[in-house]
């Protein structure tokens, strides 16, 4: 069987954010929101990526498509840098690479038809005449599980779960090879999650797509991710496959993020040991020399304040940034 080729390849991306005070708006520090961040995905894959609220998954999708402008690092799509490139450069990317929004209601425009959202992609790109962008848009409306007649009516007129398909229709307008899901379940209700991740794995099965998918849901990112990344505190600290990571998790954060998830049997529930982590967590203002997790592990060694762990390849690449494996 042939080896999938590589669709996008981060290394070392970084993105701060400049914090600044005064009457001369002097920076005086950097929110360090992602931090020499390195990983890649294969075409036709998924690649989750979870961790707590503020870990930086968030910022490491916006920062990938260009939505943030990369602070240093590289952003290799197709075999390409695009990391540096300029507004006008990135048009021809824009239409390859689209991203599914966390809020379906804040990611629409209230004053548009839902028609005239899905169809504005078209129109930017300039994809298509009157009669064709009408079919075309009727066309996705059927795919995400809407009626063409939705078309004429507006975000309001929606549930959540209806709204997230029309930003899904959105992401889908231009033909895109790769899609950022920034957490497209986490707003809706549970009985509508499952749908709306079993319409986004029948697209990638249909279209070729290739998934970052963004979630804080753990049982569900393992249904729809080929590999996981656990991002704590702007850095990667473990990347496997997913079957390897729910199997045999090594860092001691990913431990304890899969021990809080529920198990629906009560025995099995019982005899499962959750991990509870102790400690705030660091600014990202000023984390700790280090390893950055070393506040709230029990394993800390006196390395870990001194020395930052890189991610190191434990053989079916599965990657931990951990002292304990060294």
Same mark, same amino acid.
């Given at each position: 069987?042939?080896?999938?080729?590589?669709?996008?390849?981060?290394?070392?991306?970084?993105?701060?954010?400049?914090?600044?005070? %005064?009457?001369?708006?002097?920076?005086?520090?950097? +929110?360090?929101?992602?931090?020499?961040?390195?990983? $890649?995905?294969?075409?036709?894959?998924?690649?989750?990526?979870?961790?707590?609220?503020?870990?930086?998954?968030?910022?490491?999708?916006?920062?990938?498509?260009?939505?943030?402008?990369?602070?240093?690092?590289?952003?290799?799509?197709? #075999?390409?840098?695009?990391?540096?490139?300029?507004?006008?450069?990135?048009?021809? !990317?824009?239409?390859?690479?689209?991203?599914?929004?966390?809020?379906?209601?804040?990611? =629409? /425009?209230?004053?548009?038809?839902?028609?005239?959202?899905?169809?504005?992609?078209?129109?930017?790109?300039?994809?298509?005449?009157?009669?064709?962008?009408?079919?075309?848009?009727?066309?996705?409306?059927?795919? +995400?599980?809407?009626?063409?007649?939705?078309?004429?009516? !507006?975000?309001?007129?929606?549930? %959540?779960?209806?709204?997230?398909?029309?930003?899904?229709?959105?992401?889908?307008? +231009?033909?895109?090879?790769?899609?950022?899901?920034?957490?497209?379940? $986490?707003? =809706?209700?549970?009985?509508?999650?499952?749908?709306?991740?079993?319409?986004?794995?029948?697209?990638?099965?249909?279209?070729?797509?290739?998934? =970052?998918?963004?979630?804080?849901?753990?049982?569900?990112?393992?249904?729809?991710?080929?590999?996981? #990344?656990?991002?704590? =505190?702007?850095?990667?600290?473990?990347?496997?496959?997913? /079957?390897?990571? !729910?199997? /045999? @998790?090594?860092?001691? !954060?990913?431990?304890?993020?899969?021990?809080?998830?529920?198990?629906?049997?009560?025995?099995?529930?019982?005899?499962?040991?959750?991990?509870?982590?102790?400690?705030?967590?660091?600014?990202?203002?000023?984390? @700790? @020399?280090?390893?950055?997790?070393? *506040?709230?592990?029990?394993?800390?060694?006196?390395?870990?304040?001194?020395?930052?762990?890189?991610?190191?390849?434990? *053989? #079916?690449?599965?990657? +931990?940034?951990?002292?304990?494996?060294?």
């Amino acid at each position: 069987m042939k080896e999938k080729e590589t669709l996008i390849e981060i290394k070392d991306l970084t993105k701060f954010f400049p914090i600044k005070k %005064g009457i001369f708006n002097k920076k005086i520090s950097n +929110v360090k929101a992602v931090d020499e961040v390195s990983f $890649s995905i294969k075409r036709g894959e998924t690649l989750g990526l979870v961790g707590e609220s503020g870990c930086g998954k968030t910022t490491t999708g916006r920062t990938i498509i260009k939505l943030y402008e990369p602070t240093s690092g590289q952003i290799i799509y197709e #075999g390409k840098d695009i990391a540096k490139l300029t507004h006008a450069q990135m048009m021809p !990317y824009r239409k390859k690479m689209q991203m599914i929004f966390q809020d379906p209601y804040a990611s =629409l /425009n209230a004053r548009m038809t839902v028609g005239d959202i899905i169809g504005e992609p078209i129109d930017i790109h300039k994809l298509m005449g009157k009669k064709e962008r009408l079919e075309r848009i009727h066309y996705l409306l059927n795919r +995400v599980g809407l009626n063409p007649d939705h078309a004429n009516r !507006y975000p309001h007129e929606f549930s %959540g779960g209806q709204r997230q398909r029309v930003g899904i229709a959105r992401a889908l307008a +231009v033909q895109p090879e790769f899609i950022v899901c920034d957490e497209p379940i $986490s707003a =809706l209700d549970v009985s509508i999650q499952a749908q709306v991740v079993n319409m986004l794995e029948d697209l990638q099965n249909d279209l070729g797509l290739t998934y =970052l998918f963004i979630a804080h849901d753990l049982s569900m990112v393992k249904h729809i991710s080929t590999n996981i #990344g656990v991002m704590y =505190l702007g850095k990667l600290v473990e990347i496997a496959s997913s /079957n390897e990571l !729910y199997k /045999n @998790p090594l860092h001691p !954060y990913t431990k304890a993020l899969l021990s809080a998830i529920p198990v629906p049997d009560p025995d099995m529930a019982a005899s499962n040991k959750r991990i509870m982590l102790e400690g705030e967590i660091p600014s990202p203002i000023d984390p @700790p @020399p280090g390893c950055r997790f070393r *506040g709230r592990c029990k394993y800390a060694k006196p390395i870990c304040a001194e020395v930052q762990p890189q991610l190191k390849d434990l *053989g #079916g690449d599965h990657k +931990v940034a951990c002292h304990l494996y060294e």
